[in-house]
């Protein structure tokens, strides 16, 4: 398998409202201008109400100096009363950004440190060329490619290339709690021609397990 590239990594960080809460309450006004004066955003919250709801205080198109002093694009940040969801490249990137605004807002006095930290949860977005497909495995795998193609052609004379667009698995919706995300997703990279195998993958994982779970499963079909 080959990484083409990350699209997107998103982490979720949850706190106890009542441990992060200042003891003169959160200073809204302050917060947003730290925050917005530190990464650079465009774009940013004017509406305070957010803060305890669920778009939160969101900001969009910011930066973020790493250890290594590279600069690399946060895609939006939002901040609430009980958490902090960030959007980046990559998750780990993500996380380091989630951990630089924690430091931050408990530096400036705009939060008070969490003695306890939830268990983060993340979104993995990426692209990769399964390059250890031999042509026609999937076809071969799903004969209902063959049978769609047929169909089509028999209907409106239209014979191209048809075999499997999308595989997707998740947790059974009845067993967890409804905001749970578990989807992991494969689905063929639009414009790109079925013969070159690039594939768009979305996990509810870290960027590093997303991409085991994917050569494990690109190793599974072209073993099939």
Partial sequence: MRLIGTEAGRVVQVVHADEVRPSQGFDLPRLVHIVSNKYGFSTTPTDYAGFTQPNGLRFERGRFGTPADDVVAILDLSLFNDGIIAGCADTEIADRVVNDVIELLVGSGMIRRPAMLRPRTYTSHVVVEFDRLKDGVLERLFNTGHR????????YGWDNDTGLHRIAFST????????RNTLFAI?????????????????????????KLLEETEQDLAST
Avoid: C, G, M, N
Avoid at 148 to 155: D, M, T, V
Avoid at 172 to 179: C, G, K, Q, R, T
């Fill in 148 to 155: 769609l193609r047929a169909a089509l052609r028999e209907q």
């Fill in 172 to 179: 059974d919706p009845s067993e967890i709690p409804h905001y």
């Fill in 187 to 211: 689905e063929r990279r639009p414009t790109i021609p079925y013969r070159e195998k690039w594939f768009w993958s979305v996990a509810p994982l870290p960027l590093f397990r997303h991409l």
